[in-house]
């Protein structure tokens, strides 16, 4: 069965520290992989995605993922993080016909220190 | 454009009680979801549609039904309320796969509504 594992319940870092947040999926076959950001009180917003072609794909707010098909993983990097990236994100996955079925990850918290 | 808007975004019930969610947009997406959205539990899919009436069962369907008559709106209802319901639900849309697969899977979502039941 496909799923998502987020390893870290939370994660903080130092105000322009570099972050990287893990992810692995299982999946049959080649997975749509998607990041997502949620503000507090606030729905989810779409970071970068995955779907075939070079492995490291950039994203909103100076994000980036590289895709590992060898290590199933979709680990999403910032070089430089700010106090307003403080937020929960999920790592997902699209199974189903087209992958329109999402599987999310449990989330990982990420505070932000001064 | 409001994107996807849900309504209503508080809402108290006591056990056995019924309601209904409503999830509206506008950016003519085909696809429709419902989740819910429980701590440590990141999201769980309750329902979906791929079209205007149809809907399709997700990871947690039991309890929950859904309708979508129009294109642009999507209902989720609970017949009868109980506590194990109590989350923070969230629609989303995406275009779907009449969009091709690079803009076809992306999901927008709506701000949630927060349901309690006592």
């Known amino acids: 069965a496909q799923s998502v594992t987020q390893p870290d319940i939370h994660i903080t870092v130092s105000e322009g520290a570099s972050l990287e947040l893990r992810c692995n999926y299982s999946y049959g076959a080649t997975p749509y992989l998607f990041w997502y950001v949620q503000s507090p009180g606030q729905g989810l917003q779409l970071l970068l995605k995955?779907?075939?072609?070079?492995?490291l794909v950039q994203g909103i707010k100076g994000f980036e993922a590289e895709f590992k098909r060898s290590q199933s993983s979709f680990n999403l990097r910032k070089p430089s993080v700010h106090w307003s990236d403080a937020a929960e994100y999920f790592c997902?996955?699209?199974?189903?016909?087209?992958?329109?079925?999402?599987?999310f990850g449990a989330g990982t918290r990420l505070f932000v220190k001064a | 454009n409001a994107g996807v808007t849900q309504t209503p975004k508080f809402r108290v019930l006591k056990t056995g009680q019924s309601m209904t969610l409503l999830c509206a947009q506008d950016m003519n997406h085909e696809y429709m979801y419902w989740y819910r959205q429980d701590p440590g539990m990141g999201l769980r899919l309750i329902h979906y549609s791929v079209g205007e009436g149809t809907t399709a069962k997700g990871e947690v369907p039991d309890g929950y039904n859904v309708s979508r008559l129009k294109k642009q709106n999507f209902l989720l209802g609970l017949e009868s309320a109980a506590p194990s319901q109590t989350s923070v639900y969230f629609c989303a849309s995406s275009p779907g796969v009449s969009a091709g697969l690079v803009k076809g899977n992306e999901q927008f979502f709506g701000p949630g509504t927060r349901l309690t039941v006592l």
């Open positions: 997902a996955v699209g199974a189903g016909t087209g992958g329109f079925k999402t599987i």
């Open positions: 995955y779907f075939s072609g070079d492995t």
